[in-house]
């Protein structure tokens, strides 16, 4: 009896956790080059621009984008890496102690034209955060935000500049962004709660 | 994540994983110090008070300092101008201050226990910044970290601890974390300064100041405390500067890449030359920059923790 209701519940949980891909390798392949060229035609070329990404998913798009861009517009347009855990707004709150980790970027952002670049828009809580953080390092001319998935459920005033795909989601839901450099493969699924 | 403790009191009880993470924390929090604005929000709202029964410069301005710029409220009661000058004692003193409801209290007192003592009173944080002859962890930590940040590793590096060490809580607390990280350790010092029973701490005991450093990575250099040697320890000043003082002929034996440190404030000329302090494998001022940023991390990793309920 009790075994059996185990076992239900294990079927329930094997359901559940069904995952579906929304983007494969060339969807993220196509997004990222997409974005850049929104960038490019944006910012009216890339003087001035630079590109920060969030720990640490952020980061590797920022480099694919920079990439990106260098076959677009010939530039090196520099990368930076930042963590926001210490502006983060639930330090301390039941269970939550994230770790510290660095926040690296070389040049200045003064007078820059800084992109923002992270994997999924959620609440936009990090992205409050970010600006943050970035308006402490410095004085840059403009902020804009790019995002491989722009999942919904805002709960602060925020929104991306860039878009790789928008996708409608329950809050129950989980997306997983999978990058080569950190995952071994790449790709975007939803995973039902 | 996060250190699963409410004190920090002392290096004998930590784990090398615990120290890691305090470590490789303040490697972020060094960032901070880089920038124009140097201040983040993590612990806004949060009251750090610096509760110090002895002298201190670098201690306490650098727990003041990464206070401040963690965003935490900072008070300073000095003993001589507070009621402990009207005789209060520390259970009181702590529990007035646990009704004002600190986050964190560091503590400096001459006696050995003093920390985990008011720890037992207080649901604030306690860090012992100094119990006596006893421990002293964030100097261990902070001294930890910047042979880390110089030699790019721990593990299998040598250290001689030299001079005072039965009076020295800074030699008690490096012992205790250097053995927990895979460092080999050494101390150095006449007889009369080296305590009965040291080797057990899993430390090899010199009285030759030149063998001592002869093949060791770093040197640490205690500081004499003249103010605890009325007991005779030594017939005079200058011997002890002539026998275990180090001086650039002196080093002339070392390793040729031997990194140089001392916990401050240095006795010029007795313990260290001049030349030596300020030369170039001296890390001393390191050191201090590097206080502020692990003593960021203990109170992040400290303060931010999560509260049960």
Known sequence: MVRGFFYALNLMAAELNEKAQILDQAGIQRAVTRIAHEIVERNKGTNDLVL??????????????????????GADIPVGTLDVTLYRDDLGRVGIQPEVR???????????????????????????????????????????????VDRGHRELPIRADYVGKNVPTSRQEQVQVLLTEEDGVDGVLIVKG | MGLARKDLLRMQDMTADEIRLILDTAESMKQVAGRDIKKVPALRGKTLINLFYEASTRTRTSFEIAGKWLSADVINVSTSSSSVAKGESLKDTGLTLQAMHPDIVVLRHPASGAAEFLAKQLAASV??????????????????????????????LKAAIVGDIAHSRVARSSIHGMRKVGMEVRVAGPRTMLPCFIDRLGVEVFTDLERAIADVDIIMMLRLQLERQQAGLFPSLREYSRLFGLTLPRLKGAKSDVLIMHPGPINRGVEIAPEVADGPYSLILNQVENGVAVRMALLYLLAGAPQAG
């Open chain 1, 52 to 73: 920060i990404g969030l720990r640490s998913r952020g980061v590797d798009l920022a480099r694919r984008i920079a990439q990106e861009l260098k076959i677009i517009d």
């Open chain 1, 102 to 148: 660095k926040t690296e970027i070389s040049f200045s952002i003064n007078e820059k034209r800084v992109v923002l670049v992270d994997d999924v828009l959620y609440t936009g809580r990090t992205i409050r955060a970010a600006l943050d953080s970035l308006i402490d390092l410095g004085r840059p001319r403009l902020i804009q935000l790019a995002v491989l």
């Open chain 2, 127 to 156: 860090i012992n910044a100094g119990d006596g002859a006893h421990e002293h962890p964030s100097q261990a930590l902070l001294d930890l970290f910047t042979i880390r940040e110089k030699k790019g590793r721990l593990e299998g």
